[in-house]
């Protein structure tokens, strides 16, 4: 969404997964981009939702679908030791976040001996970085099948596989809530969610970071074991936490941002934004 932000339309080919049927597809979607005070008009079978910057909106109008995923270009790469299976041709995006790596980094450092849970785990990357830090059990969850495989893919080229290492396809956001009803605790979290989703897997709920990274933060905080940590990461530039909130529910952010922008991506370090999450004790 981000990269539309100087266009007034675009068109694009995006890769949707069907939730129903769990087949991926390709659709063209058409943006229209308003300005800070500018009405959209309502389209058929669109949906306005915000995007960075304030005021803006994206209206997202749906046309024939394009046909069955697009030939994979499966590839791989190396990063810190460790192999990770990537793909140049099937997806918008490659499996692997470039402006992270120093952030997996630093979750690999936090890792020996930890019970480490990775939220919006994509295609596991940070789950590879814990079980290669010591991690003494890992549990994975993202909403799409599709990335969980390629998180256990990634797992299993890196020598990581057993039942010390849980794959979870859930909606994170009410895994949070069940999990909180449980006795597991952990004592590394990583969270790095998207900052918009409208998947259909979610039903009538929406996810914007903005709006509901207190509410996320706040539950996160509650699986911490004693003493225990989280890493949040998130990449809406013009994200602002609500520290108020958190904190009066026993959530405190300690901003590490400038400690995980790597060399290359200096000269745009708004590119994403990390926080450590620890919970204190309310009076």
Partial sequence: MAALRALDEAVVSLHLEDARGG???????????GGDDEEIPALDEAEQVGVEGKGRLVEVVREDVLGPVRPSRVAWTGESGYVFEIDLGGYLDTGIFLDHRMTRELVGSMAEGARFLNLFAYTGTATVHAAGGGA???VTVDLSQTYLSWAERNMKLNGFSGRNHRFVRSDVVRWITEERAS???YDLIFVDPPTFSNSKAMG???WSVQRDHAELLIGVSRLLARGG???FSCNLRSFKPDTETLERYGARL???TADTIPEDFARNPKIHRCYLVERIETS
Avoid: W
Wanted: aromatic share 12%; net charge positive.
């Fill in 23 to 33: 087949e991926a597809r390709f659709f063209e979607l058409t943006f229209h981009v």
């Fill in 136 to 138: 003494a059990s890992t």
């Fill in 183 to 185: 006795k597991r605790r």
């Fill in 204 to 206: 009538k709920d929406t």
């Fill in 229 to 231: 940590k989280a890493v």
């Fill in 254 to 256: 300690t901003d590490i």
